[in-house]
C-alpha cells in the first residue's frame, strides 16, 4: 500500500502523463470540454479530489504487529538467559569485600567504583560501550578477511594458536576469553591535583598503559571543551611499559594498596557483560512500548 506522502508525490506525475494522453488522443474533445465545463462543477471536482488526498495516515503500520511480536520474543529470550545464567560470583564477592562503592544509572554506559584511601578520593570508571566497539573491529576484521585467502589466514592462524598454547593448560569446552576492558583511574589529593591512570582489564589482570599527573583535578574528569583540550596539551609522561623495571613494581603496589587489583580485574568484564545484558533488554522494553503506543 502507497503511503499518503508516495501518493501525493506521485499524483502531480500521475496527472500529468493523463493530460498529455488525453491531448494527443482528442485534442480538440479536450479543449471543449475545458472551455465548457462550468465552474461549480470544476470546483466541484478539484475539492473531491483534495478531500481525498488529505484523507487522514492509518493510526498503526502493516509491519508494527510483526516488529512488536519480534521484540517480545527477544525479550523472553534475554529473559531466559539470564535465568540460565545467574550474576558471575565475581561480582558478588568483590561488591562484598571491596571497599568501593558501586555507581551504575541505569541507561547510562558508564559504571564508576568510588573509595577513599586516607585523604585521597579514588574514582574508576568503565563503559560498556567497549562491547560494541569490540564488535564493530570484529565486523572489521571479518571483511578483510572475504578478500584474503581463506586458506592462508586459517593455517596462519592455526599455527599461531599452536604457538601460543604451548606449555599451557587447554581451555574448556566452550570457554570464551573475557573482553578486555578499557580502565580509568583517577586519584585525588586535595590541593595536590591528580594522578589519571590508563589501563586494561584482561585476562585477570590489569594492565597500565599511561600515567598522567594534573594540578588540576577537574581535567582528569570533565568533558568540558577547554578542559579536555587542556588535558591534551599537558606533558602525558612515558608510557608505563617504557619505565625502569623496579619502578614499574612499585607503581603496581601502589595502586594494589589502593584496591586496583586482581580482584577488580575480574570483577569489571563480568560486570560489564551483566549490565549490558540488562541494558539491552531494557532497551528492547522501550521500543516495543513505544511501536505498541
Excluded: C
Excluded at 462543477?41 to 487522514?56: E, G, H, K, V, W
Excluded at 577513599?116 to 560498556?128: A, P, Q
Excluded at 589501563?199 to 599511561?210: H, K, M, P, R, T
Amino acid at each position: 500500500m502507497m503511503s499518503l506522502r508516495t501518493l501525493a508525490r506521485s499524483a502531480p506525475r500521475t496527472l500529468a502523463r493523463a493530460s498529455s494522453s488525453l491531448s494527443s488522443r482528442t485534442p480538440s474533445t479536450l479543449l471543449r470540454t475545458t472551455r465548457t465545463t462550468p465552474l461549480a462543477a470544476r470546483t466541484q471536482q478539484i475539492s473531491a479530489f483534495s478531500t481525498t488526498m488529505l484523507r487522514p495516515a492509518a493510526k498503526k503500520g502493516e509491519v508494527d504487529a510483526e516488529v512488536s511480536e519480534k521484540l517480545a520474543s527477544e525479550i523472553q529470550f534475554e529473559k531466559e538467559v539470564r535465568e540460565n545464567e545467574p550474576q558471575p560470583p565475581s561480582i558478588k564477592d568483590f561488591l562484598e569485600n571491596s571497599k568501593f562503592t558501586l555507581e551504575d544509572v541505569p541507561g547510562k554506559e558508564d559504571v564508576y567504583l568510588r573509595r577513599t584511601f586516607g585523604e585521597e578520593k579514588i574514582t574508576v570508571s568503565f563503559s560498556i560501550s567497549d562491547l560494541h566497539n569490540m564488535d564493530q573491529d570484529m565486523m572489521e576484521d571479518d571483511n578483510i578477511l572475504e578478500d584474503a585467502d581463506i586458506e592462508e589466514a586459517e593455517a596462519a592462524r592455526n599455527t599461531e594458536n599452536q604457538e601460543g598454547e604451548e606449555g599451557a593448560e587447554e581451555d574448556e569446552p566452550g570457554h570464551e576469553a573475557p573482553v578486555p576492558v578499557r580502565l580509568n583511574i583517577v586519584i585525588e589529593k586535595p590541593n595536590q591535583g591528580a594522578l589519571n591512570i590508563e589501563a586494561l582489564a584482561q585476562d585477570g589482570s590489569i594492565v597500565f598503559d599511561n600515567f598522567y599527573y594534573y594540578a588540576d583535578p577537574k581535567l582528569a574528569h570533565s568533558t568540558d571543551a577547554n578542559a579536555v583540550h587542556e588535558a591534551q596539551d599537558t606533558y602525558p609522561g612515558p608510557p608505563f611499559g617504557s619505565l625502569d623495571e623496579d619502578l614499574q613494581v612499585l607503581m603496581e603496589r601502589y595502586l594494589e594498596e589502593r584496591g586496583i587489583t586482581q580482584g577488580l580485574a575480574l570483577f569489571v568484564p563480568d560486570y560489564m557483560d551483566y549490565k549490558e545484558q540488562r541494558e539491552y533488554t531494557q532497551w528492547l522494553k522501550n521500543v516495543k512500548a513505544f511501536i505498541d503506543a
